[in-house]
Nanobody, 113 residues
Framework: HLVESGGGLVQPGGSLRLTCVGS????????MSWYRQAPGKERERVAF????????KYADSVKGRFTISRDNAKNAVYLEMNDLKVEDTGVYYC????????WGQGTQVTVSS
């Protein structure tokens, strides 16, 4: 079970911090990712972080602007988003993955002036 929060409406150039909290599984054993889905487009992965925060990856479109982090003690993963652009608009989902995979319900991020 994953629950995202922190989405909202922000102007271009603004910032948001998304939070995803997991329950019902051993959070620290799972790799965590953030995905987004823009209207009319396929879901894409924007950030990935391994179990011990050793390995991380970002989509080219968000490199230098987004930062993924996790706090295993709080069963939480975060996505710090800076210098937001209109094209960052979409529903953001977190995903926990090991042999099985869990998804959250998503949180809407809208970047608009």
């Amino acid at each position: 079970h994953l629950v995202e929060s922190g989405g909202g409406l922000v102007q271009p150039g603004g910032s948001l911090r998304l939070t995803c909290v997991g329950s019902g599984f051993t959070f620290s054993n799972f790799d965590m990712s953030w995905y987004r889905q823009a209207p009319g487009k396929e879901r894409e992965r924007v950030a990935f972080l391994s179990t011990s925060s050793i390995l991380w990856k970002y989509a080219d479109s968000v490199k230098g602007r987004f930062t993924i982090s996790r706090d295993n003690a709080k069963n939480a993963v975060y996505l710090e988003m800076n210098d937001l652009k209109v094209e960052d608009t979409g529903v953001y989902y977190c995903r926990a993955q090991r042999l099985e995979s869990y998804w959250g319900q998503g949180t809407q991020v809208t970047v608009s002036s």
